[in-house]
């Protein structure tokens, strides 16, 4: 019997693991535990292995930092905020190589694979994610076929030297992520491959959610807000989930964090839909390119609509959503490096911009425990010491012939 089962929240249904990533098509999988959660003295985010759904510590490492803000506490005037940090920062020990947040959900997805037997992983990705796949991935020497728009080919780097001979990409000629996943929604499984699965891979959303439990430690509870950028919801979703984990089983106190997410003005679906309080998102245009602050919160399908997802999280956190104007964006990114000393991804900094609109609008008092997820960041300080290498595609081609080099795509190739 596994430690854990999955329960499907729209049937509640209870099933064994099978790295199983859809039961329903209007719902997620949550994975359950039946242990307490004891901290292992283990690095990154193994030190709470009892709430991941994999069967064991993992070779690779990856992990979330929190610290109480002192530089940007100051300019804001807020005492108590804290900052969760995903990225290279080696003063303070950031345990993200590929920075990003997004090394979290692979290296806790890499095992989950690992556990069941699974010989293959294919994964769109607007850069980031697929980036710490191919990194992990390649340190494990594990099958992993890449779904890349064109113009996000150039953010699938490695350090110089980095094994990477079991990784292989596909560039999508013009196109963007929705293009990237459109295509791997159509290739056939061909010889065991399996989708990652994104937002509905419990092993991308736990991974993730170890953020809340890194920080509930070096807080000493929970934070009364928590702010992030949001694309396609599995970190919002997966902290909301493991804060009510932490709460039911006595690990910290609640309520749950109050969850303010942020979006890029110009495309923002989920703050859009949640300024209606309604249900159902409005479609997307079908080929839109906006230009905007950060492309990687771009994605035409967020979980918004499935039980479990961003409307229900926002519901139960008593949630808030914002636009960001790019100007404001960019004066975030500034005021964060000037005030903490690096430079934070383009999610974070419209995380940050949205944190200053919700003091502006009193979203938050100035003495509340606040919580801003940095979502990646050192991002130029990597590349100004180490040399990197861009991963060469196998081709770049429209999407039609994606698919068909994707179905021919075989193990044999690798």
Excluded at 50 to 73: F, R
Excluded at 128 to 153: D, M, Q, S, W, Y
Excluded at 178 to 192: F, L, M, P, Y
Excluded at 238 to 266: K, T
Aim: proline letters at 5%; one cysteine or more.
């Amino acid at each position: 019997m596994s430690k854990y089962l999955l329960r499907c929240l729209g049937t509640q249904d209870r099933i064994e693991d099978e790295y199983t990533i859809r039961y329903h098509d209007k719902a997620l999988l949550r994975a359950e535990y039946d242990n307490t959660l004891t901290p292992r003295d283990a690095p990154g985010l193994w030190r709470w292995l009892d709430w991941l759904p994999v069967t064991k510590q993992g070779a690779l490492n990856a992990g979330s930092i929190c610290y109480q803000s002192e530089g940007l506490s100051r300019a804001l005037m807020l005492p108590n905020l804290w900052i969760s940090f995903h990225g290279y920062w080696p003063e303070r020990d950031g345990n993200c190589p590929t920075t990003t947040f997004k090394d979290m959900e692979a290296v806790t997805t890499l095992q989950r694979l690992e556990d069941h037997n699974v010989p293959g992983l294919i994964c769109s990705s607007a850069g980031n994610t697929a980036r710490a796949f191919a990194h992990f991935g390649g340190l494990a020497n594990f099958p992993i076929l890449l779904v890349v728009a064109e113009k996000h080919l150039d953010r699938i780097w490695v350090p110089q030297g980095h094994p990477t001979s079991s990784v292989k990409v596909i560039g999508i000629k013009g196109g963007d992520y929705g293009d990237a996943n459109e295509v791997t929604s159509q290739i056939i499984e061909v010889g065991g491959w399996r989708r990652e699965g994104g937002v509905h891979n419990v092993a991308r959303r736990d991974g993730i959610g170890s953020l809340i439990l890194t920080a509930i430690e070096a807080i000493g509870g929970m934070p009364k807000h928590y702010f992030q950028g949001v694309g396609g919801g599995p970190g919002p979703i997966g902290v909301h989930e493991m804060a009510q984990r932490a709460i039911q089983a006595g690990f910290a106190e609640g309520p749950v964090p109050r969850q303010h997410l942020s979006q890029n003005e110009e495309f923002c679906l989920v703050h859009d839909a949640w300024q209606k309080r309604t249900f159902e998102l409005t479609p997307a245009k079908e080929a839109i390119h906006p230009d905007v602050y950060s492309d990687v919160l771009l994605n035409r399908s967020p979980a918004y609509s499935v039980r479990g997802g961003l409307f229900d999280t926002l519901v139960e956190s008593h949630g808030a959503t914002y636009a960001v104007a790019k100007d404001d964006a960019s004066a975030a990114f500034t005021l964060f490096k000037e005030t903490e000393g690096i430079d934070p991804f383009s999610a974070g900094a419209v995380a940050l911009a949205s944190l200053k609109q919700a003091i502006f609008r009193g979203e938050v008092h100035r003495d509340d425990v606040i919580l801003l997820n940095i979502s990646g960041g050192g991002g130029e300080r990597y590349r100004s010491e180490y040399e990197i290498e861009v991963l060469e595609p196998v081709a770049i081609v429209d999407k039609a012939e994606a698919v068909r080099m994707g179905r021919a795509f075989t193990f044999a190739n690798q």
